[in-house]
């Protein structure tokens, strides 16, 4: 079944002279739907029942001019567009008409079919597009207030994902402790220095900051100091004029521009030079700075959090970081806690990285195996949160079962397994306080576990792997007390 076709625009002709009507719907029918009218009279009772959409008028008429009725139209049916057709060039009439009655053209006998067509063509999609926008506007209207709140619960949302309570800790996590005294200074606009091993959540932990002070709904900007060399991290922070150095095709704001009203973060702040340490200092006394290439300094209002993986303070000592700088960052220091220290963290933060990396993947579980998490809590995880975050994703990818299992853990993870805790308290005892021999198989069980997490405990599989028998892997199990039935 065809299309219905749309239908045409319409248009009303206004002549006195009937051959001139006809010689108009001839070239207008095929693309317009026509109506016709001989007098002002008439055409008025046409437009008073028909939507149209343009009218074509002749200036010459009887009772009044087509100027006159045009003006009347005007006022009564605005959105319609008007077109005088005239045989006189009276300059007088085209004034009035443009003035008067808004014409939209002024076309002159005699008229050019192609010519006529072209600007009624013309006219019907100005009209379309003058009501696709009183449309738009309208919609835009009534969308308003949904539009604002839909703006307030996304900020509602990114204050709750990026604040304190999207940092994962249980009751007892020593991260507790930092995220009360955040929660204490974040009003107010004093400089924080973040410190804690790499992997760890500093640049969290900073944002968390910029959502719970009063910049929340102003920029957080951020960058890496450690990355860059120091005339391309001034130029990244401060800004350059155009032709400042070779490369500087255009002006650019630098990120304390960029974060005017708001938070700047200065990630790794412990690996820059002393030069540019002493550059950064003299920005954060005076509150102002100079883009590359600029002959005046400009002033903004920024709060500085900064973070290190360094030991900042010894750093101080050794001349190797600038003290008077330190100060200006660290009036509120703040230092993280490894992930190894917060162990009863692990399988609330295993959960929500399993829930991102899902998203990530496209790929779905059904969570880990209890086996699974009792291993993750034991590792030290020397990458912190970073290294538990790549190596959950690299579960997810290679998994083929509804839940991440033991199993699929890299084998640096397996050599700390915790099936057991009264196990591993006791093989841990042995190692530690046994002879030679008894160290020696605190070694050989740890190779049994890991083997046979590996293997899902198939016994047939393990055993291969170690050049057992069957019956030879039961009887050290046995022996170990490893042995699951």
């Given amino acids: 079944m065809s299309a219905a076709r749309p239908p045409m625009p319409t248009v009303l002709v206004v002549d006195d002279e009937v051959r001139s009507q006809e010689a108009l ?20 009772r046409i437009m008073e029942s028909e939507w149209v959409q343009i009218i074509v008028c002749d200036q010459r008429m009887p009772q009044m001019t087509g100027v006159e ?53 013309t006219a019907a999609n100005v009209h379309r597009l003058q009501r696709e926008n009183e449309r738009l506007s309208l919609d835009l209207r009534a969308a308003e207030p949904v539009l604002a709140r839909r703006v307030e619960m996304k900020a ?63 920029p957080f900007v951020v960058e890496n100091c450690g990355a860059l060399p120091d005339q391309l991290l001034e130029a990244e922070l401060f800004g350059y004029k155009r032709g ?18 708001g938070t700047l973060f200065l990630d790794e702040i412990g690996d820059t030079s002393p030069a540019f340490q002493v550059k950064l200092l003299r920005v954060l006394q005076e509150g102002e700075f100079r883009p590359l290439g600029a002959a005046r300094p400009l002033s903004v209002d920024v709060r500085v959090v ?41 399988p ?36 912190n949160v970073r290294e538990l975050q790549n190596e959950i994703l690299r579960m997810l990818a290679v998994s083929e079962t509804p839940r991440l299992g033991a199993e699929l853990l890299a084998r640096r993870i397996l050599r700390t397994p915790a099936l057991d805790q009264q196990d591993d308290d006791l093989l841990d005892q042995i190692a530690v ?22 293997h899902r405990w198939n016994k047939s599989h393990a055993a291969s792997e170690l050049g057992l028998s069957r019956v030879g892997l039961r009887h050290k199990l046995l022996r170990f007390g490893l042995e699951r039935g």
Wanted: with cysteine.
């Fill in 433 to 454: 306080d046994g002879g030679l021999k008894e160290r020696l198989e605190a070694l050989e069980a740890r190779v049994l576990k890991e083997t046979l997490i590996r």
């Fill in 306 to 346: 900064a973070a290190t993986h360094h030991d900042i303070e010894a750093d101080v000592r050794t001349g190797s970081f600038r003290e008077d700088l330190y100060y200006r960052l660290a009036t509120v220091p703040l230092q993280v806690p490894a992930l190894r220290e917060r162990a009863m963290d692990i």
């Fill in 25 to 44: 719907r001839r070239t207008l029918e095929d693309d317009f739907e026509v109506f016709t009218a001989s007098s002002a009279d008439e055409a008025q």
């Fill in 69 to 121: 009725f045009l003006k009347r139209v005007r006022s009564q049916w605005p959105d319609t567009l008007r077109i005088i057709l005239s045989g006189y060039t009276d300059a007088e009439d085209i004034i009035a008409g443009v003035n008067e009655a808004g014409i939209y053209q002024y076309l002159m006998k005699p008229w050019q079919p192609e010519q006529l067509l072209l600007t009624l063509k």
């Fill in 244 to 261: 400042a150095f070779t490369g500087a095709y255009e002006d650019r704001s630098g990120r304390f521009q960029q974060a005017d009203g």
């Fill in 156 to 218: 509602e949302r990114v204050k709750r994902e990026f604040g304190l309570d999207g940092l994962i800790r249980t009751p007892d996590s020593p991260l507790n402790a930092v995220c009360q005294l955040i929660e204490k200074i974040a009003p107010f606009d004093l400089s924080v220095l973040i410190s804690g091993e790499s992997g760890t959540g500093k640049e969290m932990l900073a944002r968390a900051i910029h959502y719970c002070s009063r910049r929340a709904d102003k």
């Fill in 348 to 383: 609330l933060l295993a959960g929500r990285l399993l829930e991102a990396s899902q998203r990530a993947l496209g790929k779905s579980v059904d969570g880990f195996t209890s086996e699974a998490l009792a291993c993750l809590a034991v590792y030290p995880w020397p990458g």
